[in-house]
C-alpha cells in the first residue's frame, strides 16, 4: 500500500511522516509541501531524511491519502484527493461536524459540503465499525479526542451538564508562526486562558458526547440537550493534552462502579487505558496512548475525569494511521506499538 501526505512542512505533516516511516504495510511515496516544494524532504527535517522522499508541488496517485491542511484549504483539495485515492484521512476540521449550519458558525463558508453526510468521524474507540467502511474520515482535533475519550463511558449516567478544563502544549497551535500562541516569550513560563467565549472545538465535543448520551439512553432519553462547557489553556510545554472533565452523578454511584464502567467500555480498546491514579502528560509523549483516570469525588457527587494524550499522535497523526489501519483492513495497532517517550 502507497500512502501520500498532503502538506508535510507542518507539525501534523512531519508527525505523520515521523510514524509511518516505522509502518510495516504501508510504505509512504509522497509528500506535498507548499513552501518547501522540491526540496528534498531531509533538508527541511532532517529526522525524516532516512525517508528519502523529496517535497512534491502536488499528489499524484496514491492508496491512501492524508491532509495534514488548515481547515477551508483541506475542504478545497479534499474532492480531488478522492479521485487520486482510495481513502482520505483528513486531519483538519472541515468533515468533523455534521451540520452545516454549525460548521459555518464556527469555520464560515465550506468548500465541499456536499461530502460531509459520508464523513466518518474518526475516533475508533466510538466507531470503529464505520471507519472501517468509510473511504473519506474526518480525524477529531486534540481537545476533542481527550475530552470525548474522558467523558464517553459516563455520558449517560450524569446529568446535561459537563464541563471540560482543557491544557494544551503549544505544537498544538501549529508550526505556523503565531505571535501570542507560539512565540517564545508569550509563552515561556506563562499559563493562559483562551477561548472563553467559544472555541471551535467546543461544538464537535458537544456533538459526539450527545450522540454517545443518545445512543446509550435510547429508551431513557429526556431530550434536554447536553450542555458542555470548554476552556481551553495553554502551556509551556512542546507537547500534550491534560483535559480534567467535570460531571455530576444523575444517581449515587461508588467508584468502583464508575471504575467498572470505564474498563468494560475501553476493554477491547488497544489505545486507552483506563488508569489508578491520576495520569500526566508525559506518560503519554511520542505514544498514541489516551489515558484516562475516572474518580467519585464523594463530597460533592461529581465525576471528576483526568484524560491525557500527546496531541501530535493520538491527537493528530496517530490517531490518523489507526484509522487508516481500519480503513484498509490492516491490524489495528500497525506502525504505532512505540511506548512512549518518559521522563
Ligand atoms: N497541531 C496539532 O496538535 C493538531 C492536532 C489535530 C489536528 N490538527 C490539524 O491539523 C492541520 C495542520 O495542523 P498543524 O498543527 O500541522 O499546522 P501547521 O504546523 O501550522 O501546518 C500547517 C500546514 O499547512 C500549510 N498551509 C497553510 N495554509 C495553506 C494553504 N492555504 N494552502 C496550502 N497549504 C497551506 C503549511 O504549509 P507551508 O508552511 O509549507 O506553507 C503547513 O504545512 C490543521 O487543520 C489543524 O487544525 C493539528
Same mark, same amino acid.
Given at each position: 500500500?502507497?500512502?501520500?501526505?498532503?502538506?508535510? %512542512?507542518?507539525?501534523?505533516?512531519?508527525?505523520?511522516?515521523?510514524? &509511518?516511516?516505522?509502518?510495516?504495510?504501508?510504505?509512504?511515496?509522497?509528500? %506535498?509541501?507548499?513552501?518547501?516544494?522540491?526540496?528534498?524532504?531531509?533538508?527541511?527535517?532532517?529526522?525524516?531524511?532516512? &525517508?528519502?522522499?523529496?517535497?512534491?508541488?502536488? &499528489?499524484?496517485?496514491?492508496?491512501?491519502?492524508?491532509?495534514?491542511?488548515?481547515?477551508?484549504?483541506?475542504?478545497?483539495?479534499? /474532492?480531488?484527493?478522492?479521485?487520486?485515492?482510495?481513502?482520505?484521512?483528513?486531519?483538519?476540521?472541515?468533515?468533523?461536524?455534521?451540520?452545516?449550519? =454549525?460548521?459555518?458558525?464556527?469555520?464560515?463558508?465550506?468548500?465541499?459540503?456536499?461530502?460531509?453526510?459520508?464523513?466518518?468521524?474518526?475516533?475508533?474507540?466510538?466507531?470503529?465499525?464505520? #471507519?472501517?467502511?468509510?473511504?473519506?474520515?474526518?480525524?477529531?482535533?486534540?481537545?476533542?479526542?481527550?475530552?470525548?475519550?474522558?467523558?464517553?463511558?459516563?455520558?449517560?449516567?450524569?446529568?446535561?451538564?459537563?464541563?471540560?478544563?482543557?491544557?494544551?502544549?503549544?505544537?498544538?497551535?501549529?508550526?505556523?508562526?503565531?505571535?501570542?500562541?507560539?512565540?517564545?516569550?508569550?509563552?515561556?513560563?506563562?499559563?493562559?486562558?483562551?477561548?472563553?467565549?467559544?472555541?471551535?472545538?467546543?461544538?464537535? #465535543?458537544?456533538?459526539?458526547?450527545?450522540?454517545?448520551?443518545?445512543?446509550?439512553?435510547?429508551?431513557?432519553?429526556?431530550?434536554? /440537550?447536553?450542555?458542555?462547557?470548554?476552556?481551553?489553556?495553554?502551556?509551556?510545554? =512542546?507537547?500534550?493534552?491534560?483535559?480534567?472533565?467535570?460531571?455530576?452523578?444523575?444517581?449515587?454511584?461508588?467508584?468502583?462502579?464508575?471504575?467498572?464502567?470505564?474498563?468494560?467500555?475501553?476493554?477491547?480498546?488497544?489505545?486507552?487505558?483506563?488508569?489508578?491514579?491520576?495520569?500526566? %502528560?508525559?506518560?503519554?509523549?511520542?505514544?498514541?496512548?489516551?489515558?484516562?483516570?475516572?474518580?467519585?469525588?464523594?463530597?460533592?457527587?461529581?465525576?471528576?475525569?483526568?484524560?491525557?494524550?500527546?496531541?501530535?499522535?493520538?491527537?493528530?497523526?496517530?490517531?490518523?494511521?489507526?484509522?487508516?489501519?481500519?480503513?484498509?483492513?490492516?491490524?489495528?495497532?500497525?506502525?504505532?506499538?512505540? &511506548?512512549?517517550?518518559?521522563?
Amino acid at each position: 500500500m502507497k500512502a501520500g501526505i498532503v502538506n508535510v %512542512t507542518g507539525y501534523a505533516g512531519a508527525e505523520l511522516a515521523r510514524l &509511518l516511516a516505522c509502518h510495516p504495510e504501508v510504505r509512504l511515496t509522497q509528500v %506535498t509541501g507548499r513552501s518547501a516544494a522540491g526540496k528534498p524532504l531531509g533538508q527541511v527535517f532532517p529526522h525524516l531524511a532516512p &525517508l528519502g522522499l523529496a517535497i512534491q508541488e502536488d &499528489l499524484d496517485e496514491v492508496d491512501v491519502c492524508f491532509t495534514a491542511l488548515p481547515h477551508h484549504a483541506s475542504a478545497e483539495l479534499v /474532492p480531488e484527493l478522492l479521485r487520486r485515492a482510495r481513502w482520505v484521512i483528513d486531519i483538519s476540521a472541515d468533515y468533523r461536524l455534521h451540520d452545516l449550519a =454549525t460548521y459555518e458558525r464556527w469555520y464560515g463558508h465550506h468548500p465541499s459540503p456536499s461530502l460531509l453526510p459520508e464523513a466518518v468521524y474518526g475516533l475508533p474507540e466510538l466507531h470503529w465499525p464505520a #471507519i472501517a467502511r468509510a473511504r473519506l474520515v474526518a480525524n477529531p482535533g486534540c481537545y476533542p479526542t481527550a475530552s470525548i475519550l474522558g467523558l464517553a463511558p459516563i455520558i449517560d449516567a450524569v446529568e446535561p451538564q459537563v464541563i471540560v478544563d482543557a491544557k494544551s502544549g503549544v505544537s498544538g497551535a501549529g508550526r505556523t508562526m503565531k505571535l501570542e500562541v507560539n512565540h517564545y516569550c508569550e509563552v515561556n513560563e506563562n499559563v493562559q486562558a483562551y477561548g472563553l467565549q467559544g472555541h471551535r472545538h467546543q461544538p464537535e #465535543i458537544a456533538q459526539e458526547l450527545q450522540e454517545a448520551r443518545n445512543r446509550a439512553r435510547e429508551h431513557a432519553a429526556d431530550g434536554v /440537550p447536553l450542555q458542555v462547557t470548554f476552556v481551553p489553556h495553554l502551556v509551556p510545554m =512542546t507537547r500534550g493534552i491534560l483535559a480534567t472533565c467535570y460531571a455530576r452523578l444523575a444517581q449515587p454511584l461508588a467508584q468502583h462502579q464508575v471504575m467498572e464502567r470505564y474498563r468494560a467500555f475501553y476493554a477491547d480498546q488497544p489505545f486507552t487505558r483506563v488508569v489508578d491514579a491520576p495520569p500526566a %502528560t508525559k506518560q503519554t509523549l511520542g505514544s498514541n496512548l489516551c489515558l484516562v483516570y475516572p474518580l467519585v469525588q464523594e463530597a460533592t457527587g461529581q465525576v471528576i475525569v483526568i484524560s491525557c494524550i500527546d496531541n501530535l499522535v493520538k491527537g493528530a497523526a496517530g490517531q490518523a494511521i489507526h484509522n487508516m489501519n481500519l480503513m484498509l483492513g490492516l491490524r489495528p495497532t500497525a506502525g504505532l506499538e512505540g &511506548l512512549a517517550v518518559y521522563p
